[in-house]
């Protein structure tokens, strides 16, 4: 029979090899793409329970991995946020190494560091 393409076993077996592999390359990058987006709703609501009138309304709940130090929201809402952190699975290690400063303050509406001059 000419013309007529005999793939031989190991052939079969190369292509299956190469298919299994690339679809577990897309699988780790989905769940990068995954875990990154999460991190990124949760950034979002850290920033939205970062408001105050008044320095008492502000704790810093900081360090946090893998949002940094001084992660600063309102007293209200601490424990929400806490949780929110919590609640993702972590896959990597964070190591923060944060400098003391003072309380957080709130100014113009935001609980921050006081700026030092």
């Known amino acids: 029979m000419k013309g007529v393409f005999v793939m031989k076993k190991?052939?079969?077996?190369?292509i299956a090899a190469l298919l299994i592999?690339?679809?577990?390359?897309l699988f780790i990058l989905y769940k990068q793409n995954e875990g990154t987006m999460m991190i990124e709703v949760v950034r979002s609501e850290i920033d939205r329970a970062n408001y105050c009138t008044t320095n008492s309304d502000c704790v810093d709940i900081g360090p946090q991995c893998p949002y940094g130090c001084g992660i600063f929201v309102n007293k209200n809402e601490r424990q929400r946020i806490?949780?929110?952190?919590?609640?993702?699975?972590l896959t990597w290690d964070c190591f923060y190494k944060?400098?003391?400063?003072?309380?957080?303050v709130c100014l113009e509406?935001?609980?921050?560091y006081a700026n030092r001059s």
């Open 82 to 89: 806490q949780d929110r952190i919590n609640a993702i699975p």
């Open 21 to 25: 592999l690339l679809a577990a390359v």
């Open 10 to 14: 190991w052939h079969m077996v190369a």
């Open 109 to 112: 509406g935001k609980c921050q």
């Open 98 to 104: 944060c400098q003391t400063k003072t309380a957080p």
